[in-house]
């Protein structure tokens, strides 16, 4: 049976690529041939989707999910869930997330991959009930990362407990795209030699192995890839999905995607990509590869916020420097995976210790309370010395962070009663409360357009020309 594919171009190729800033119109302009193309899914919703429609598209994601779903009646749809943090950045009490798992299956996802930032399973069991009560698809995802902690006995180990917790398959998430061809080949080996579950590789070519790391991992068993179609491939995003269709070919791991589609699809990606070169939000740079990646474990993406941060502060003469620091913070925080938020805290943290030049003088809020074990439990130890540095005596959680949350669903309903339509309403406001609020005014009580004519030119007042 050949190796399934899932596309990925509609959530994490644009993600990646220009800051997940694809409108439901531009997707939808490809959506029937890809429906065609043959994949085992397309990833569609969730990471960043939810936030980009609301904050700045001025689009509901939940009627984006519906308008897919009603044009793909051959392809599953998926979408990417942060477990406990649902699709936002802090945690969400138990009962909002078993809601949103209850409506995103609703409105047309059938497939959830579930991750947690440490590899917590703790803040992953809400998700993955509420998803297999629904009667969802249910993928958990492990945070790949290297570290001396990060063994393959610990991926094993892992694999053991995601399958103990009822999942239906396994991902490598691979967010840095740090994963080499042999370590890529040794892991799949020993997960199949332990495990019955399918095993799923998501990675990144952001430092250029990636089409090697696929390949061997095809040919110790994977039984999926995450590819992009090409317009939206290559860079920070995936490998290419018609690359591998065409080297799989009349081998026993030939996807049999219909490549026909495929050129149709890609022709029309091909001018929604051209757009956002155009206007700059595809920076080329997204494009090239970086192996400096792998010389210091960092993400593509956290690379690119450490330059801003050191731009916006004049002072990118401290660009190696901050580098250097980071996997030295990773240590003392107990080798977090590199995955948001904890890859942008990390690097926040790095970037303060090298311009105060005294380590853990400037602490960020976020670092204060992942020390307060309210992200959950760290892979390594923390540094003690560190802790006390920076809470002192303060006490620390070691049960599962959201076990303190009160239930919040029924509050913010009855709180914006007069706002609200339908309970997808309440969870955008629950996720992203001041901007899911101004949408949906917007949205249901715009207010009036009035154009006032003179001699030379219409003056609007009020409305969205306000």
């Known amino acids: 049976m050949g190796v399934k594919i899932v596309e990925t171009s509609l959530r994490d190729g644009h993600q990646s690529l220009f800051a997940t800033r694809m409108t439901t119109n531009e997707i939808l ?11 085992y899914a397309m990833e569609v919703w969730g990471g960043a989707t939810f936030d980009a429609c609301l904050r700045f598209l001025n689009e509901d994601p939940w009627e984006r999910l519906r308008a897919i779903k009603a044009r793909c009646p051959n392809t599953k749809l998926q979408m990417l869930f942060r477990g406990q943090n649902i699709l936002g ?25 579930i991750f947690d930032a440490l590899n917590d399973i703790r803040n992953l069991k809400c998700a993955v009930d509420s998803t297999k009560k629904y009667g969802g698809e249910c993928q958990i995802a492990m945070c790949y990362t290297t570290s001396p902690v990060h063994t393959v006995d610990y991926y094993v180990n892992l694999a053991k407990e ?22 890529a080949f040794e892991l799949v080996t ?23 790391t696929y390949m061997k991992a095809i040919e110790a068993g994977v039984d999926i890839i995450d590819t992009a179609i090409s317009p939206l491939s290559m860079g920070t995003s995936q490998p290419a999905t018609e690359a591998f269709q065409y080297a799989l070919t009349n081998t026993p791991y030939d996807p049999k995607l219909n490549l026909d589609m495929l050129s149709k699809a890609a022709a029309k990606m091909t001018l929604v990509k051209d757009k956002y070169l155009a206007n700059g939000l595809l920076n080329p740079k997204a494009l090239s590869p970086n192996p400096e990646v792998l010389k210091f474990q960092v993400p593509g993406g956290m690379l690119s916020n450490l330059m801003s941060q050191l731009k916006e502060q004049k002072a990118m003469d401290r660009y190696e420097a901050v580098l250097t620091e980071v996997p030295k913070v990773r240590k003392d925080m107990g080798y977090p995976p590199l995955v948001t938020p904890l890859s942008q805290m990390v690097g926040t943290q790095a970037v303060m210790n090298v311009m105060t030049g005294v380590r853990y003088k400037m602490v960020p809020n976020e670092i204060k309370e992942y020390l307060h074990g309210l992200y959950g439990q760290s892979p390594a130890p923390v540094d003690e010395k ?81």
């Open 29 to 39: 302009s490809a959506i029937d041939e890809l429906d065609k193309v043959g994949y």
């Open 89 to 113: 950045y802090r945690h969400y009490a138990d009962d909002i997330v078993d809601k949103f798992v209850q409506k995103a299956l609703e409105n047309g996802i059938d497939i959830i991959r």
């Open 162 to 183: 995601i399958e103990a917790m009822g999942a239906d398959s396994i991902c490598i998430k691979d967010m840095a795209g740090v994963l080499l061809p042999n370590d």
């Open 190 to 212: 020993r997960l199949k030699q332990n495990t019955k579950l399918p095993i799923e590789l998501h990675s990144h070519c952001t430092c250029a192995t990636m089409g090697m």
């Open 386 to 466: 560190i802790r006390h540095q920076i809470i002192g005596d303060d006490a620390v959680i070691t049960h599962r962070p959201a076990d303190d949350l009160a239930p919040e669903f029924a509050n913010l309903k009855a709180k914006y009663h007069d706002l609200i339509r339908c309970d997808e309403d309440v969870l955008s406001i629950a996720l992203f409360e001041a901007v899911a609020v101004k949408f949906l005014k917007n949205k249901y009580q715009p207010e009036p357009q009035i154009t006032v004519e003179t001699d030379e030119f219409n003056v609007y007042i009020g409305g969205a020309l306000k």
